[in-house]
């Protein structure tokens, strides 16, 4: 079996914009989509630094013509896919056309709206806000949004959730179940993810600095991507061809521990090779590393560490754009996928913000400045707790 | 199960816990939620029967996630006003935590996934075991679900009007009355692309839909047809009807219109309704295929069929044949 998955559309909101060419020149210009809380209502607003979506839910809401009482994450959600299709220009409605998404806490941004009345009596507050709590239920609000019902699901594995929802679309696209597949995730900021964050103690109190070996934490953030996936026969119908595929994709687990990784980054080495090797590929085929790269002292040190094994003497150029748009968790995946897929469409490198200090055990530090050149490979890495480890390898047609 | 199942009355079935100490190792058991432990619990028990010490692959769906830890952690948030949280409920309660410590505990270093879709959660974790193996990528797979009822959550899905005020799970079927009773559970399976000598059951196939507008009918008569198998010859068919009279309806127009004849049984008066009481639904399957297998004469099942719906959202089939 040898098919090719193409994506044929992308779509993205994010703390540094609204759509994919406000990511892409925030990206070009540098800029941080960090800053001091705005919308989240928490009491660690002005110590704890988050990367909110510039848009309230009302303005959300009004964009979509979707009720008030609905979850941002279904809201972020839905306005990316509804990009992703646009972009691709395809008539979803004339293929079987699957929706699978991702997120880490379903509608919980109601739901802990919800639980400060119902603690004081169970027959208090208001069901409409705790109707949507399950992940799935939050992929439903967008799936119907979009009309999608030939295939409907939802991944939850933490950090790499998306990744893992993108993965799963390009199989069984190139099994024949499904032509078009809109995959991805979504999250919104929560003080649910927010304070469990913080009792780990990896949230930078400052702008997070990945890899660099002065790096105090991970800064959260919210968002959500999605691409449009499609199959060989798809593409012969379409007017603009794509010219990016997916090639490569692994999940491996770190069996560690529930958290950590382990110090040697097994979990992350398995998959990166996973991923070569469904596409085919060597590690100097790759052109660029769209790193996990949170900024915590283990993430970064047990990362580096598997790319300085598997890439010993052929160091790609890394960065980690969560420099710019925090960690949006369950949507962190497939907004890194989408950045990705626009380094090979645009030839561009984008920088690791703030590096000031090279990581004393890696032979290799992050792009600082964008890089404009050739990309034709780019492997995107997603980490998530359970030590669930996901590697995607995008690919130049 | 059948000679004399625990009964229930109110308007919950809880799962009838095993000594844990036998599964997981005691110093870890302390920490761990009850889905965790169930979850774990069922997983250990198929990894010893299959004779598969390191499957390739780990999958589980759960529509709820991991509920307990989820709201001590939230409810912590609340009271106290988002200060001195400890760790330890937050880090349990990702939805892939089940899956996640399976692995742990093997030092399974292979695939490991979580799908989290409502009524359909379970049909996820199965699709993408059958994908795996289809792609090359596993020879085999541990699948499960685990779905679990607390007191809050309880207190909520209550307050749609979901539950029955008075139920008895020995009358469920017969109630007439409108509700069902809550349920929760955890099982796993070993699916293997080759028959090995453990082997109980060959899964035919497995098919989900979601909010479709083809008739059921249609959907069911048209799995049947795709995988060679009359109505003729199927020895049981599982359905999923859970006492609520709005419901249930649904089922009784299959049975009556497709399954006239069949020899049929419902499942719910022994695990309640859950998102994921397929994944029950299959368990049980599986156990009478076995012990037709033993019996071995004219009462042992060949082929079974299970049809669920939950919340008539998600129409899932399921068909088993013995190997």
Known sequence: MNKNVYIAGIGVISAIGNNVAENLASLKAGNAGMGEMQRLQSSHKGKLPVAEVKLNNEELCKQLNLPAHISRTALLSTVAAKEAIDCSGIHINNYRTGFISANSVGGMDKTEKFFIEFLNDHNSGDLHEVVNHECGAVTEITADHLGIRDFVTTVSTACSSSANSIFLAARLIRQGMLDVVVAGGTDSLTKFTLNGFNTLMILDQEYCQPFDDNRRGLNLGEGAGYMVLVSEKVVESMNKKPIVKITGWANANDAHHQTASSPDGTGNMLAMKGALKKAGLTPSDIDYINLHGTGTSNNDIAEGTAIKTLFEGNYPPVSSTKSFTGHTLGASGAIEAVYSVLAIQEGLLFPNLRFATQMKELPFKPVTELVQKEVKNVMSNSFGFGGNCSSLIFSKL | ?323
């Open chain 2, 1 to 323: 199960m059948f000679g004399s199942p625990a009964t229930y009355t109110g308007d919950k079935l809880s799962c009838i816990e095993p000594d844990y100490t036998k599964y997981v190792d005691p110093k870890l058991i302390r920490r761990m939620s009850r889905i965790i432990k169930m979850g774990m619990a069922a997983a250990m028990e198929t990894l010893q029967q299959s004779g598969i010490g390191q499957p390739d692959a780990i999958i589980t769906g759960t529509a709820y996630g991991c509920l307990a830890d989820t709201e001590t952690f939230l409810t912590r948030l609340v009271e106290f006003n988002e200060e001195h949280l400890s760790p330890t409920a937050f880090i349990q309660s990702t939805h892939n935590t089940v899956g996640a410590q399976i692995a742990l505990q093997l030092g399974c270093h292979n695939y490991n996934n979580t799908y989290v879709h409502r009524g359909s959660s379970f049909e996820a974790a199965m699709l993408d075991a059958v994908s795996l193996m289809q792609e090359g990528e596993a020879d085999t797979v541990l699948v499960g679900a685990a779905d679990e009822i607390i007191e809050k959550s309880h207190a909520i899905i209550r307050r749609f009007g979901q539950y029955k005020e008075n139920g008895h799970s020995s009358k469920l079927f017969t109630s007439g009355t409108s509700g069902t009773m809550a349920g929760e559970g955890a099982a796993f399976f070993m699916l293997a692309k080759q028959k090995n000598e453990n082997a109980i059951a060959e899964l035919k196939d497995v098919k989900t839909y979601y909010k479709t507008r083809r008739s059921v009918a249609n959907i069911i008569n048209n799995f049947l047809m795709e995988n060679n198998v009359p109505v003729e010859e199927l020895n049981l068919v599982i359905l999923g009807n859970n006492g609520d009279a709005k419901t249930d309806a649904h089922y009784n127009d299959l049975a009556q219109k497709i399954f006239s004849g069949k020899r049929l049984m419902g499942y719910k008066n022994y695990c309640g309704e859950y998102p994921t009481s397929s994944a029950f639904a299959l368990w049980l399957a599986v156990r009478m295929i076995e012990h037709g297998k033993r019996l071995n004469n004219e009462t042992s099942l060949k082929k079974v069929l299970i049809y669920n719906n939950y919340k008539l959202q998600y129409p899932s089939l399921y068909l088993l044949s013995v190997c």
